[in-house]
């Protein structure tokens, strides 16, 4: 039985975790208890050996970002210190588990940020990606300007950031931001396919792939080569890695155990 949250609903598929932001009245906006409720969601699935990869969505829209009506009132140092994005973004670093976000209409703001946070994306043709903080005399707080400048590049995060502009899930596509644009009534059967594809892999490989690909955003390419040679080296100690070269030797399906 999954707990209950007031607004976020949680689901399991299989071996696949969903979380889902459920404010709709509010376009998802990302009040305090929202994401404490999503954080310990997300914590939960973290922790549960029956799943191996979660997926965060939204109903009818990802997010608009922070519940303005909210942060309004906060003072600067309690935005600091307790911004329930900020606290969100960095648990985001923390997760082993890969978590792809299902995007259908707005992920705005502090939503693009946490779309941005995610290990992949899949977008439906309505969503509509961007960084309006701008046009609140504000700026992207809890990972926008870093994360898209790695993405996509200077010139276009500027072009983003400096003029707030939405942009279509098509062109979020063509620069990177998006793995797939599918239609809005198949949003959850492709997230759930990639999902449960990446579920059946052998999961300390998986873990290590996550690791070492954030890697690459956080260390030169000397160290970061260092590094995925020594998590290479260390997975062929495991169970999983032995049996899937003896079952591609022996020609039949690997059966993988998380060991
Ligand atoms: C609180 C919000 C909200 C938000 C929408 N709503 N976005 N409430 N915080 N971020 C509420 C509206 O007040 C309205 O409530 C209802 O949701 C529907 O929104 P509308 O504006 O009427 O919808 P629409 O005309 O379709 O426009 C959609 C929209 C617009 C373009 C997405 O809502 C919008 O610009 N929202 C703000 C987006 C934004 O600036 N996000 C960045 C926030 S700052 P009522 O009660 O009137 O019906 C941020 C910083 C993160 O995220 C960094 C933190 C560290």
């Known amino acids: 039985m999954e707990k209950k949250y007031e607004n976020i609903m949680v689901e399991r598929v299989e071996e ?15 009040n305090k208890k929202t994401v404490e409720e999503i954080i310990d969601a997300i914590e939960g699935f973290e922790k549960d050996p029956g799943i191996k990869v979660m997926i965060i969505t939204g109903s009818n829209h990802f997010s608009a970002g922070a519940d303005i009506k909210e942060m309004s009132t906060l003072s600067p140092i309690e935005a600091l210190e307790k911004s329930p994005l900020a606290v969100w973004e960095k648990m985001m670093e923390n997760i082993k588990k890969p978590v792809i976000a299902a995007i259908q209409g707005y992920a705005v703001g502090g939503g693009c940020e946490l779309a941005l946070s995610c290990d992949m994306i899949i977008a439906s043709e309505d969503a509509m990606f961007g960084q309006p903080e701008i046009n609140l005399g504000l700026m992207p707080g809890a990972g926008g300007t870093q994360r898209l400048a790695r993405l996509i590049g200077k010139q276009k995060a500027m072009e983003v950031c400096l003029t707030g502009r939405f942009i279509p899930a098509k062109e979020a596509y063509e620069l990177g931001i998006v793995n797939k644009v599918v239609p809005k009534e198949l949003l959850m059967q492709e997230a759930l396919k990639l999902a449960k594809e990446i579920a059946s892999k052998a999961p300390i490989a998986v873990e290590f792939i ?24 260390l997975l062929l100690s495991t169970e999983d890695a032995k049996e899937g070269m003896k079952a591609f030797i022996e020609k039949r399906k690997p059966v993988f155990k998380g060991r």
Not at 16 to 30: E, H, T
Request: aromatic residues 10%; hydrophobic residues 40%; without cysteine.
């Open 210 to 233: 996550k690791d070492s690909i954030r890697k690459a955003f956080e260390t030169n390419l000397k160290e970061g080569l260092e590094y995925e040679r020594r998590l290479f080296y």
């Open 16 to 30: 696949v975790g969903i979380v889902k932001i459920n404010r709709p009245a509010q376009l998802n906006a990302l």
